[in-house]
């Protein structure tokens, strides 16, 4: 009912009907091609008919001669001939006729299948420029109001939003560092006490003693005591090399 009312069902059997004529075509077309076959046999079946009589006629006598024996008399071989001969005229006349109607057969049968076709291309057609309208009316729902300058504008504020997430990632990356400087000179003092402190327990470990040296800032000795005689002085500067050298390892 609803169908009715909105137009539904009519448009249903406008949808329909190119399938209904192919189906009543295809119908038609199958009873033809039975007409045709059965045609096809019964010119045969003549021809079998007239062949099979001619054949009867060329072993009797000659035309005139079976004209001459039917007038003398009605019972001999000449009606034989006659009738064989009537018989296969007969036979060609019902082949000529199942030939013009298989003619006609045949020119129905190439009419209903081009009408089939013609048809089955007509609603092909439609099909596809019903699926076209409805993908044409789908970009457009999916489009909306979007255009051109729109998207120009979307396409640059992301720009701009990407520019900017690089300059925020940089500022965090490049910022300054926390706490004070490290004065440089003070680094240099606490890795010569390290490297004394090492040497001194290298020393007590093995049960000898050393005094402290002056040393510069890159921990080498500046001079030698005065109160040491020169082969102990390079004993002792040999042993801290060698010791110097352990700990290098």
């Keep these: 009912?609803?169908?009715?009312?909105?137009?539904?069902?009519?448009?249903?059997?406008?949808?329909?009907?190119?399938?209904?004529?192919?189906?009543d075509l295809r119908q038609q077309l199958d009873m033809l091609q039975k007409r045709e076959k059965h045609l096809e046999n019964q010119m045969a079946e003549q021809e079998k008919i007239a062949k099979m009589n001619v054949s009867t006629n060329k072993t009797g006598r000659s035309s005139l001669a079976a004209r001459m024996l039917r007038l003398q008399s009605p019972g001999d071989v000449g009606w034989l001939i006659v009738s064989t001969g009537e018989a296969a005229r007969?036979?060609?006349?019902?082949?000529?006729?199942?030939?013009?109607?298989?003619?006609?057969?045949?020119?129905?049968?190439?009419?209903?299948?081009?009408?089939?076709?013609?048809?089955?291309?007509?609603?092909?057609?439609?099909?596809?420029?019903?699926?076209?309208?409805?993908?044409?009316?789908?970009m457009k729902d999916i489009h909306g109001n979007l255009t051109i300058d729109k998207v120009d504008d979307i396409m640059e504020g992301l720009g701009e939003q990407r520019a900017l997430a690089e300059e925020i990632g940089n500022a965090i990356a490049n910022g300054p560092q926390a706490g004070e400087p490290i004065d440089e000179s003070e680094l240099e003092d606490e890795i010569s006490r390290l490297e004394q402190e090492n040497l001194d327990e290298k020393m007590t470990n093995t049960g000898m003693t050393v005094p402290q040296?002056?040393?510069?800032?890159?921990?080498?000795?500046?001079?030698?005591?005065?109160?040491?005689?020169?082969?102990?002085?390079?004993?002792?500067?040999?042993?801290?090399?060698?010791?110097?050298?352990?700990?290098?390892m």
Excluded: C, V
């Design 1 to 23: 009912m609803w169908g009715t009312w909105f137009g539904g069902s009519g448009a249903q059997k406008r949808k329909d009907a190119p399938k209904k004529a192919i189906l």
């Design 90 to 138: 007969t036979a060609l006349k019902r082949k000529k006729a199942h030939e013009h109607s298989l003619e006609q057969t045949s020119a129905q049968i190439s009419m209903l299948e081009n009408q089939i076709y013609s048809i089955e291309s007509a609603n092909i057609n439609q099909e596809t420029l019903l699926a076209m309208k409805n993908a044409s009316k789908a």
């Design 213 to 248: 040296l002056p040393t510069g800032l890159n921990g080498e000795l500046t001079g030698r005591t005065a109160t040491k005689p020169m082969h102990e002085e390079e004993d002792e500067e040999e042993e801290l090399r060698k010791l110097q050298a352990e700990m290098a």
